[in-house]
């Protein structure tokens, strides 16, 4: 075979892109908080952050943008993500987990994430929500 016929390997191209860039991602940390302020299973999650959400959602926007593959400014603005660290103060068990994940699928069904790259994604989350857990519960 001629090698100059070969042809190149598709490039991977990032979750951030996949989802529709920094606009997908405002709208799904929109639908996220939505979620969890709607949510009978998430009220445990929701008592854990402040009653206005305008921080906390601008931190999840850079975040999630860095973390599927966007523009590094989370790591520019804030440093290394440390997620454990600054979730310490706060217990993480099997049901918090699991209502974190279900507020973040309902969000991607919401906000029309593609079916596939849902499925990539709360695989992906899982595993971090997983990791995230520090009580036994």
Known sequence: MNPSATPLPLLHTPHFERLGGAAAVERLVDAFYRQMDTRPDARGIRAMHEADLSQTKAVLRLYLCE???GPKDYSAQRGHPRLRMRHAAFPIGAAERDAWLACMQAALDETGTAPALRDE??????KTADWMRNNGR
Do not use: P
């Open 67 to 69: 973390w599927l593959g």
């Open 121 to 126: 994604l709360m695989q992906a989350f899982f």
